[in-house]
């Protein structure tokens, strides 16, 4: 079965600092891969997405960059972090067997992100 | 852009009472209809989806909801609810892209 792995869980970062969180895929190949962010009242935000290795869309422009280095990591960065930045990551990922057969996307369990 | 929308940002209810939650989304083409459900401390999951079909969809623990498309809704529902459905949820749409659209989650309290 496929299982989706998220590290690490919770991150404590001085303001100015770098960011690196990391998302692996188990037991499928070529999947779709998200980053999305959550935060108090507002819901999901969608990031990022990725249909393949090296191909990143951008859904806001922000403080944050997101690389797929192999076909089932992605890992979500940031070369300064903001107050702003913090919040809760989530990783997910789906198929990519088209949007018509009603793939669903599963979630990772989060990564808690505080910027002191 | 494609925009969905919870009716009720907190809910609170007592055991057995029956409950609704409102969703509506903004696009005008094919969707892909979620609910996810978040329980405290635990990871999101699927609660139930719509693609095609009958549009009443049943889902896990007792969970239904219904498509209606003149309406743009996704309405979640379930007949009686228990302590244990305390959580947060979440509906969200696929329309032509790839990723879903969320809105901003509804927390239900269920109290004894």
């Known amino acids: 079965s496929q299982t989706i792995h998220q590290w690490p869980a919770t991150l404590v970062q001085p303001v100015g600092s770098p960011l690196s969180l990391e998302c692996t895929v188990e037991?499928?190949?070529?999947?779709?891969l998200y980053w999305y962010r959550q935060a108090a009242g507002r819901g999901l935000q969608l990031l990022f997405y990725?249909?393949?290795?090296?191909?990143i869309s951008s859904e806001v422009p922000q403080n944050l960059s997101a690389s797929r280095p192999q076909d089932r990591q992605f890992i979500l960065s940031s070369k300064k972090l903001l107050l702003s930045d913090s919040g809760f990551y989530l990783c997910?990922?789906?198929?990519?067997?088209?949007?018509?057969?009603?793939?669903?996307?599963?979630f990772g369990e989060g990564s808690w992100l505080t910027v002191v | 852009a494609q925009s969905v929308s919870q009716h009720n940002h907190h809910v609170i209810l007592s055991e057995a009472a029956s409950l609704e939650l409102g969703c509506n989304y903004s696009?005008?083409?094919?969707?892909?209809l979620f609910w996810y459900v978040q329980y405290p401390g635990q990871h999101l999951q699927l609660l139930l989806k719509?693609?095609?079909?009958?549009?009443l969809v049943k889902g896990i623990k007792g969970f239904e909801a219904e498509f209606i498309k003149s309406k743009f809704s996704f309405n979640l529902r379930k007949p009686s609810v228990q302590w244990s459905d305390t959580a947060e949820y979440f509906c969200?749409?696929?329309?032509?892209?790839?990723?879903?659209?969320f809105g901003k989650g509804t927390s239900l309290l269920v109290t004894p």
């Open positions: 997910a990922w789906s198929n990519q067997a088209g949007r018509r057969s009603g793939n669903t996307i599963c």
């Open positions: 037991g499928t190949s070529n999947p779709n």
């Open positions: 990725s249909v393949g290795i090296g191909q």
């Open positions: 696009y005008g083409g094919t969707v892909n």
């Open positions: 719509y693609f095609s079909g009958d549009p």
């Open positions: 969200a749409v696929r329309d032509s892209g790839y990723a879903l659209n």
